[in-house]
């Protein structure tokens, strides 16, 4: 266990759906990481959050959306969704907002159909 | 903007030593960190290095050469438990971890 907290561990839903995905960062850390992990790609990154704020966003798209609430916790929210968004996601989780250790969950696997 | 370049795939025999090297292109460089990722499993640290050599630890060992934009990661005696796909990721000042595609590792008998 390495103490980032991911649920679902698998979804599947529909064409034209809205899911959300949810983590839990590991006790201490401020800073939240959402990844995404496809068959032919590497873990692309999707956005970052810091104390609660957005520091940093990657290659995500305007169906997708994300916040940090106060209690640190995470919530991805993926909408209109399309077969091309089944995906493996990850949340991972640093004490820092520059570090290079990150501590990842076990992932969310979103299966579109 | 970042790119990383990896193997796709290395084949090694138990007990052997293998080497998975990682080319990157950064605007800012702040470090090249790896990655172990199992099957189904999740993404866990291995090592980071911000200077330029070799940092070891225990069977693995990471080197880096930023004049050449290179690392690579080393693991020795290598074992069944070691085939996963291996990842370099690097940052610059304003963004979180970029991820090579990964290097997938085969130990075979």
């Known amino acids: 266990d390495s103490g980032v907290t991911q649920t679902p561990k698998h979804l599947i839903t529909a064409t034209g759906q809205r899911v959300t995905l949810r983590c839990s960062p590991r006790s201490g850390d401020l800073s939240v990481y959402w990844y995404q992990q496809s068959l032919d790609q590497g873990l692309q990154f999707l956005i970052q959050y810091y104390n609660g704020e957005e520091r940093a966003k990657g290659n995500i798209l305007e169906r997708f959306s994300a916040q940090q609430f106060p209690d640190l916790h995470s919530e991805l929210n993926l909408s209109s969704l399309e077969l091309g968004d089944s995906a493996l996601y990850f949340c991972?989780?640093?004490?820092?907002?520059?570090?290079?250790?990150?501590?990842f969950g076990s992932g969310t696997r979103l299966t579109v159909v | 903007g970042q790119s990383l370049e990896q193997p796709s795939e290395v084949t090694a025999v138990e007990g052997a030593i293998v080497q998975i090297n990682c080319t990157y292109q950064?605007?800012?460089?702040?470090?090249l960190s790896w990655y172990q990722q199992h099957d189904g499993g999740a993404p866990t640290f291995l090592s980071y290095?911000?200077?330029?050599g070799l940092e070891e630890t225990g069977r693995f060992s990471s080197f880096l050469s930023r004049s050449d934009s290179y690392g690579y990661l080393l693991l020795q005696e290598l074992q069944m438990k070691d085939s996963a796909s291996y990842f370099c990721a690097v940052r610059d000042e304003d963004t979180p971890l970029v991820f090579g595609k990964g290097t997938r590792l085969s130990v075979i008998a």
């Open positions: 950064t605007s800012g460089f702040y470090g």
């Open positions: 991972a989780s640093s004490s820092a907002p520059d570090s290079y250790g990150y501590t």
């Open positions: 290095n911000a200077l330029d």
